[in-house]
T-cell receptor, first 115, second 111 residues
Framework: DQQVKQNSPSLSVQEGRISILNCDYTNSMFDYFLWYKKYPAEGPTFLISISSIKDKNEDGRFTVFLNKSAKHLSLHIVPSQPGDSAVYFCAASAYRLTGANNLFFGTGTRLTVIP | DADVTQTPRNRITKTGKRIMLECSQTKGHDRMYWYRQDPGLGLRLIYYSFDVKDINKGEISDGYSVSRQAQAKFSLSLESAIPNQTALYFC??????????FGDGTRLSIL
């Protein structure tokens, strides 16, 4: 049973435009959400995170939005660059409830930024 | 040098063989994790360890065992490998801020 879902396996965007990657979750106990980026032959690398007490977190070109009532989060990349082409994983944990930061991952979205 | 190192990077073996995947870290983190990635399924947690004396099963621990030899080392074993354990395996460590840091993975193929 997939508790974190990324329903779009792939996304293509023109360089300079906005990329929006979406993620939905089912477990209302999740209180911390992360986005990881993965290049081929490498491990996932942390990109940005958000706590459930916030609805937005921004870091340079990357912004994550959280809508708790809809159990939905999104990652916005503006402007998109060819180097952003990678697989993006959404992840969630129930840290405040369990004390464990075990992550539940979505299935990933492959972003291609076209020059 | 990489902070989280996995060995081997690639391994092909036969059904029934015992396999050990190794992970070492220089980040000084107490918490370590093993995940597997399958196409279309994302990453799933196999085992995790909060310190040398604390080992816990994750979502999909059947068929696997682990050993935490030291703070810096966490090994994953397949006692008798089977083809559906063919996957990409990742080790990770975490800091108190919950961000997990991943190794570059071990691609395991079981024939």
């Amino acid at each position: 049973d997939q508790q974190v879902k990324q329903n779009s396996p792939s996304l293509s965007v023109q360089e300079g435009r906005i990329s929006i990657l979406n993620c939905d979750y089912t477990n209302s106990m999740f209180d911390y959400f992360l986005w990881y980026k993965k290049y081929p032959a490498e491990g996932p690398t942390f990109l940005i995170s958000i706590s459930s007490i916030k609805d937005k977190n921004e870091d340079g070109r990357f912004t994550v939005f959280l809508n708790k009532s809809a159990k939905h989060l999104s990652l916005h990349i503006v402007p998109s660059q060819p180097g952003d082409s990678a697989v993006y994983f959404c992840a969630a944990s129930a840290y405040r409830l369990t004390g464990a930061n075990n992550l539940f991952f979505g299935t990933g979205t492959r972003l291609t930024v076209i020059p | 040098d990489a902070d989280v190192t996995q060995t081997p990077r690639n391994r092909i073996t036969k059904t029934g063989k015992r396999i050990m995947l190794e992970c070492s870290q220089t980040k000084g983190h107490d918490r370590m994790y093993w995940y597997r990635q399958d196409p279309g399924l994302g990453l799933r947690l196999i085992y995790y360890s909060f310190d040398v004396k604390d080992i816990n099963k994750g979502e999909i621990s059947d068929g696997y065992s682990v050993s935490r030899q030291a703070q810096a080392k966490f090994s994953l074993s397949l006692e008798s490998a089977i083809p559906n354990q063919t996957a990409l395996y990742f080790c990770a460590t975490s800091d108190p801020g919950q961000r997990q840091h991943f190794g570059d993975g071990t691609r395991l193929s079981i024939l």
